[in-house]
């Protein structure tokens, strides 16, 4: 029927119609997104445009390390935009030192370089592997199936998964997939022409799988055999989402040998900047001088206000132990989906994870989670979602959890009911 009378404006007639609308005809469909619009969000909380509240253990994907709408992470993003937001890296700027000078003080000494996001962290790891092998022609590096390293063209050439590389063929060149885990199946994959290992400490897209202690300190004495370069995304398990800075540290706490274990490089984003868009790679001494001038850079890279962000949100995690918070309260909450597990085997096939990087394994053919052209992990964070709290699917049959570093035992007790009223309806 034609109109005669002209529509409101949309955002009166019904805002999340209207945000989906704009999305409909202006954004590029890239991501299969849930039906929700969010407007706000205070803490673990978030609130979408009806008004309805959210408990949010998806924490944007472990990056809203915080939270979100931290008061003085606003008040640090307020005041050094008043100050100084971008002056690009032609110039000195004493926050990017004092932030390299604080990501070197958690690990050993090395050097750092600062980007915008995970794929790109990673990108710098690719161009030193490939420069530290360059006189010798070695330039292969070995990732894990089911890996995942980002989304640029290198990015998904590294990442062990096929789904993201089809249609984008043909592959950069240099990447090689062995299962994860897996020594053996490493030391035989290597070649004259490998320069580089890449993997995840915890797996997080694949399904939130921790590589095991022998493992890693297999990988670093296989590189050491074959003067390979040791690289580890840290992107996600990263930046005390485990109870340590990095996952390697929590993962062979104890393990004899552990305490000595070093990567040659270690890629960081996500909880990095909370939130501000940020990423960083520390190489370890001396191999951080082989990116001399002229050799890698990006604009915004390091820019006083992602800086600021960053030092200020090290700085609370520091100050309120919020590193001991992930590993307690993640334990709790691993405790609790462990309990569901007893009370639903047929639901729920494993747990898996270190403190606020856990993954809920679902049993497969769950009858209701069975919905043509979706996921049973899709259907169970929509599920979730209806139920208001949000988790994140990660591969076909594996939710995941992770939170706020500041998440409270009340908060994730809160959780584990919503949980618990799910699975057994
Ligand atoms: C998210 C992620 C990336 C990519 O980070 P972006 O900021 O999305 O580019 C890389 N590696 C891992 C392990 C990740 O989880």
Not at 87 to 97: A, D, I, P
Request: aromatic share 6%; with cysteine.
């Amino acid at each position: 029927m034609k109109e005669i009378v002209p529509s409101p404006p949309p955002v009166i007639r019904n805002e999340q119609q209207a945000v989906q609308a704009l999305f409909a005809r202006h954004v590029v469909p890239s991501y299969g997104r849930f039906d929700l619009v969010f407007a706000r969000g205070q803490g673990s909380r978030l609130w979408d445009v009806n008004g309805r509240s959210y408990l949010d253990l998806g924490g944007g994907i472990a990056v809203n390390c915080l939270g979100h709408a931290h008061p003085e992470v606003t008040a640090a993003m307020i005041e050094q935009s008043r100050t100084l937001v971008h002056v690009s890296n032609l110039y000195y700027t004493e926050s990017q030192g004092r932030l390299a000078g604080q990501i070197v003080r958690h690990l050993a000494p090395g050097k750092v370089f600062f980007c915008n996001s995970g794929a790109e962290a990673n990108e710098g790891l690719y161009k030193l592997a490939r420069k530290s092998g360059h006189e010798e022609g070695r330039f292969e590096i070995l990732t894990a199936l089911n890996s995942f390293h980002g989304r640029t063209l290198a990015g998904i050439a590294a990442t062990g998964q096929d789904k993201v590389k089809k249609g984008f063929e043909p592959m950069v060149s240099g990447f090689r997939h062995v299962p994860f885990n897996d020594l053996d199946a490493m030391r035989h994959a290597i070649s004259p022409a490998t320069v580089a290992i890449l993997v995840e400490g915890i797996q997080g897209e694949g399904g939130v799988t921790p590589a095991t202690p022998d493992y890693l300190l297999g990988l670093r004495r296989l590189c050491d055999e074959h003067k390979l370069l040791l690289l580890m995304d840290g992107v996600q398990c990263g930046h005390f989402r485990t109870g340590r800075f990095q996952s390697f540290q929590r993962i062979l706490e104890g393990i004899p040998g552990g305490e000595g274990f070093l990567p040659d490089g270690i890629s960081m984003a996500k909880s990095l900047g909370g939130g501000f868009p940020i990423g960083a790679f520390w190489l370890r001494e001396p191999l951080g001088d082989l990116l001399s001038p002229g050799t890698h850079g990006t604009t915004y890279g390091g820019n006083p206000l992602g800086c600021a962000v960053a030092l200020k949100i090290m700085e609370i995690i520091e100050r309120d132990r919020l590193a001991d918070n992930a590993r307690l309260v993640g334990e709790h909450l691993k405790v609790g989906l462990e309990k569901l597990r007893q009370q639903f085997p047929s639901l729920i096939r494993a747990v898996r994870g270190l403190g606020f990087m856990l993954g809920v394994e679902l049993a497969p053919d769950i009858p209701g989670l069975t919905v043509e052209g979706k996921t049973q992990a899709i259907v169970f964070a929509v599920k979730a979602q209806d139920a208001g709290l949000l988790v994140i699917p990660a591969g076909p049959n594996v939710f995941r959890l992770l939170p706020a570093l500041n998440l409270t035992r009340a908060e994730a007790d809160e959780g584990l009911s919503i949980l618990g009223r799910l699975l057994s309806d």
